[in-house]
């Protein structure tokens, strides 16, 4: 009878270990990797949609300053989490949320809904409106136009 050799197929139990733990060691290091880049993500979405907000903002106070103030407004619609912007009465603009920004970011404002800008560029009253991102609640901005100047400021909110 001839002898039968025998061929393996397959890994041994130590060849199996060593590429778990080569693939343990590399997921402990990647995780906090993508963890803290959705993080920085999100916080310059935030940033960035309160950058477009003040730009909107600024152009509608400058454009009051040609003598459109009555008829130029900011409106803030909480139920829909978008934001209008009419010239000369008439609608030009309607960002929403959602689009803006993934669906991530919120309004939430407590009294203040609309603004307007006197032919001298200031705004009716004080407004402000806290912008919050869903996933991290942590991440806030308080973004406000002050009274008689039309200064806008935006802050963090810890």
Known sequence: M?????????????????????????????????????????????????????????????????????????????NGQSYNIYRGGQLQKTVRLAEAGQGQLYFYSPNTWQLRFSDEGAPNGYFYVLIKNRQQPQLAKKFEVQPVTGRIVISDIK
């Open 2 to 78: 001839a002898a039968c050799s025998r061929s393996r197929a397959g890994f041994t139990m130590v060849e199996l270990l060593a590429y778990i733990s080569i693939y343990l060691l590399l997921l402990t290091l990647v995780v906090p990797c993508v963890k803290s880049i959705t993080a920085a993500g999100s916080r310059l979405e935030l940033e960035g949609f309160c950058q477009r907000l003040a730009a909107d903002i600024s152009a509608l106070q400058q454009d009051s300053l040609w003598g459109n103030s009555l008829q130029n407004k900011f409106t803030l619609d909480l």
